[in-house]
């Protein structure tokens, strides 16, 4: 069973600093995506990572994904306010189709 | 281009009832999906449809009937309602690219549903 661990589950950040989160998955997988939730809406689609070493960079934040170690990170430079919001991984595999997501991290990011 | 239509938007229930949720697709995508989101525990996965004409079950199907109707259409059914399955539901879909692997799903806007 695809087990996929995302920590840590709170954080609350200052602006202007950096971060990182992380997502570890319990099985051979070399698809990961990462989604933002922001409250009462739905899944918006951040990155997605289709191989070992990929490396996506959207603004502040930049995902990469490690398959040997089952690994990926959500790395967030110089922190804004508008970046406050749920962040999911979501892994591929597992012997099912469709994704097995993490809990979500929720983010605040305070003035 | 609307995306992944789901409806409605908020429901009450009592329990025992029964209702339908709606979805629809317009991205011409094969695989459709059903999944319910809780405080805490992410999403999981209830059931989905890899192409017109098949279902199958997910991590949490017990309660749950679905329906893919044609290639766009993919309902969620809940025949008895109860408490526990007071949540949000998310009807997503995903393109297979020629055979590869990219699941990347587009959600809809979601269901909240409370059973009394």
């Known amino acids: 069973e695809l087990k996929v661990e995302q920590n840590p589950l709170f954080l609350s950040m200052q602006e202007g600093k950096n971060y990182t989160i992380y997502c570890n998955y319990s099985t051979t997988s070399d698809r990961l995506y990462w989604y933002r939730q922001d409250p009462g809406k739905s899944l918006e689609s951040l990155f997605v990572?289709?191989?070992?070493?990929a490396v996506k960079q959207e603004g502040r934040l930049m995902a990469s994904l490690d398959t040997k170690a089952r690994l990926s990170t959500l790395h967030i430079t110089a922190a804004v306010h508008d970046l406050s919001a749920t962040y999911f991984c979501a892994v591929a595999g597992g012997g099912a189709d469709g994704l097995t997501f993490g809990k979500g991290t929720h983010l605040i990011i305070q003035p | 281009n609307a995306g992944v239509t789901q409806t409605p938007k908020f429901q009450v229930l009592k329990t025992g009832q029964s209702m339908t949720l709606q979805c629809a697709q317009d991205?011409?995508?094969?695989?459709m999906y059903w999944y319910r989101q809780d405080p805490g525990m992410g999403l999981r996965l209830i059931y989905y449809s890899a192409s017109e004409g098949t279902t199958d079950k997910g991590e949490v199907p017990n309660g749950y009937n679905v329906s893919r109707l044609n290639k766009r259409e993919f309902s969620l059914r809940l025949e008895s309602a109860a408490p526990s399955q007071t949540s949000v539901y998310f009807c997503?879909?995903?393109?297979?690219?020629?055979?590869?692997?990219?699941?990347?799903?587009?959600f809809g806007s979601g269901t909240q549903l409370s059973v009394l």
């Open positions: 990572l289709l191989s070992n070493g």
């Open positions: 991205m011409n995508h094969n695989s």
């Open positions: 997503a879909s995903s393109e297979r690219q020629g055979g590869g692997t990219n699941e990347k799903l587009f």
